[in-house]
């Protein structure tokens, strides 16, 4: 009698740990449903080749398993597999995979879910360590270049959402593996861009916007951001501390993360951590002559005749309140009136489109800058 009684006790015990568990962990398990089933049979059949959406049936079945089943009686438009699964076979029957089968991939294509919701949604049930340190995933997601389709092979590489999703969902089978490969921040081999290349001006002022708004924002527009980036050296995708495009992009990554530590750096200025290989601690200061001439060339001629040596002197001699040294925390909040290099930097990336503002960029007196 010991041993039935033992036999029962643990069958009461599973299934109440089961029943705290609660339906949405059983569902995320199920990899065998039926549904599951049905659903990666079309998709595996439908979407073949440059259509792909899943590298293979497991990776299609640990997709799934993740995503709420739905309502097979009423299969609206929404992050559900019963959603994907109508698009599938779409993709099967109507003669236009091309446009039906990014829907019915693990991002949804925004009929089935946005691919930033689908993409946080997979990354917090796969690989919770990365979900982890977002603090508002769609959001932040936002901030990521997005091809506007979906190609399983295509979108292996590159620093774009779409590779993050194709790295999520593998991750529902190996997340040792690939949940490495999902994180916002740029990670080799696979979802980064060539780091000899130089940055595109677009994609760096998308993710300044993005990731710096608000009270922490560094560019008023995206056209001023664009002027800015258009001014500045661009240096390399690589770049990590120099005065260049491509360091002030990669610092766009960290303030995805942490905004108020690192919108400073990827402003005008830089805030030195983007001009930190320069020999002496004018910070600052380089990147503004630099804009200082694009803006306000004739004028900048005249005050300078020698060119940048005798504006980074001049900045260089401006008392320590004028903030031009290593973490001057520019935003735009702080740079609207006052004798500081943050005035400067704000009023010279004005300049760039509009050259009335060039008495603020120079601090002329009875400016806004003096």
Known sequence: MKRPLRSLLFVLLLVGCESIAGIEDHVYQATDSALCQEYCDVVMRACTGTNAVYSGRPTCLGVCARLPPGDPLEPGDDETVVCRKRQAELADNSGEPNVHCPRA???????CGTDCASYCLLLKAACPDQAAQLSSCEKQCSALKDDGTFDVMANHEGDTLQCRLVHVSSSTVDPT?????????????????????????????????AACPGDVAVYESIDQCLAVCAALPPGTNGDRDQNTVGCRQWHCYNSLLDPVSHCPHTGPGGDAHCGSDQTDDLGNCHAYCILLEHACAADFLVKFPTGQTACQKDCSNQPDSFGAKKDSKYRVANGLTGNTMSCRLLHVSRALTDVTECPSAFGNVGSSCQ
């Open 105 to 111: 991939g693990p991002g949804g294509g925004g009929t």
């Open 177 to 209: 593996t690939h949940c490495p490969h999902t994180q916002l921040h740029p990670t080799a081999p696979w979802c980064i861009d060539d780091q000899a290349a130089p940055p595109n001006c677009q994609n760096f002022c998308r993710l300044a916007l």
